[in-house]
């Protein structure tokens, strides 16, 4: 099953990840590829993966590739704003765009971050 990993971290600890990942495949241990997506923090995710963004996400997994047209008809929204949303989660290579429309290429999408509870100052 492919899964599209969600993380909010620093880029320290994904240059970490990726320096365990070399130096178990130097060691001579299988690696798998590890599809994923980091943002530095929750807001900066949100911009991207925001609930519209994401019922998009949904409508398109497990179907194929679908037209935009088609997407907006399942997620009942304006083709033009399903558009814009579809052309950010491209960029932020969330799905993808093939020959025959637009595709989420993973099975399931995982969220993997912490939240912390923030100081209260009046």
């Not at 990993?5 to 600890?13: A, E």
């Not at 994923?36 to 923090?41: A, D, G, P, T, Y």
Request: net charge negative.
């Amino acid at each position: 099953m492919t899964t599209l990993t969600v993380r909010i971290s620093t880029m320290d600890d994904a240059n970490a990840r990726l320096i365990e990942a070399a130096r178990r495949a130097e060691a001579g241990e299988t690696v798998e590829a590890d599809h994923s997506l980091n943002f530095n923090s929750y807001d900066s995710m949100h911009k991207v993966l925001a609930p519209a963004r994401l019922a998009i996400v949904k409508a398109l997994a497990g179907q194929g590739a679908l037209s935009i047209r088609e997407v907006a008809r399942r997620v009942e929204r304006d083709v033009q704003a399903v558009h814009r949303d579809v052309t950010t989660l491209i960029n932020a290579g969330v799905i993808d765009r093939t020959a025959e429309g637009i595709e989420f290429p993973y099975e399931t999408i995982h969220f993997e971050y912490d939240v912390s509870a923030a100081a209260y100052r009046p």
